[in-house]
């Protein structure tokens, strides 16, 4: 159970017996080479595919705006783009790609992207992925992808971009210059239908970065596309999130010596 996941050896095992020694999948978690997620919120759900064949990528355009390429990482570094307030729960599953243009006077100059998750409530932000990047070259666009996550986003939060050069987790060696973003498109993998939690399981023992936003101006937002989420029918929900049966519905299988 030291993944969260009670069951998981038994479904390893299982793996390895169908895969390297050609026998019968015990378990149609295996069978049907279904996919076991785990979100941040600590709950487990099975999935067809992963990313998930509903997963749309959707461009949320960002502010421009200017940053100074030094060590610091706190909430007030470089500038935010905050969404509005949400009215409606969204799930991001997948990678998170960015398209930035910035112009500087010497080559080289570090880019930290990071997509939060606020609670204007308690005024944390809680990363969702991280996007760390070296901009070469003046006045050319890049794409680069962030950290994967499976993450909800809670109606009355909001969605928040922060641009900087560094991260308390990850810190590149600076080139002391002021950087001008021209260009910011943060493609987000929003999942298009509501998911449920169909497996046993507990949270994790790692968790997200988190940040204290009280000195950002939650109210200064900038509009997002955001997408809204549709309610599969039966039909749709079982041929997203498959139903099996998994290690943890059995009693532990007894492993005979090799």
């Known amino acids: 159970n030291f993944v969260g996941r009670g069951g998981f050896l038994e479904e390893a095992l299982d793996w390895f017996d169908g895969h390297l020694r050609d026998q019968p999948f015990r378990y149609g978690v295996n069978e049907r080479n279904v996919v076991e997620v785990h979100d941040q919120t600590g709950a487990w759900r099975t999935e067809a595919q992963y ?12 502010k421009t705006g200017t940053y100074s390429d030094t060590m610091s990482s706190s909430a007030t570094t470089g500038y935010w783009s905050i969404s509005e307030v949400l009215t409606d729960e969204l799930r991001i ?8 243009k910035a112009t500087f006077a010497v080559p080289g100059a570090q880019f930290m992207g990071v997509l939060y998750d606020i609670d204007p409530a308690t005024k944390v932000a809680t990363e969702i992925s991280r996007i760390p990047a070296r901009l070469a070259a003046s006045g050319t666009s890049y794409r680069f992808s962030g950290t994967p996550s499976d993450y ?7 969605l928040g971009f922060q641009v900087k050069s ?19 498109t943060v493609h987000v ?19 997200p970065f988190t940040m204290g936003v009280s000195a950002v101006n939650l109210s200064a937002t900038h509009p997002m596309a955001l997408p ?10 079982e041929q997203l999130q498959p139903t099996v049966t998994t290690g943890a519905q059995h009693a532990p299988v007894v492993v005979p010596k090799r």
């Not at 990313?51 to 960002?62: F, H, I, Q, R, S």
């Not at 909800?152 to 909001?158: C, E, I, R």
């Not at 560094?166 to 910011?184: K, N």
């Open 166 to 184: 560094s991260h308390v987790e990850s810190q590149p060696y600076p080139t002391a210059q002021t950087v001008t973003v021209t260009e910011l």
């Open 152 to 158: 909800v986003l809670k109606p009355g939060h909001q």
């Open 228 to 237: 809204t989420t549709l309610t599969p029918s039966p039909a749709l929900r």
């Open 189 to 207: 993998p929003f999942l298009q239908h509501r998911r449920v939690s169909n497996l046993a399981g507990v949270r994790s023992t790692a968790g």
């Open 93 to 100: 599953a997948g990678e998170v790609d960015i398209d930035v």
């Open 51 to 62: 990313p998930p064949v509903d997963a749309v990528k959707a461009p949320l355009t960002m």
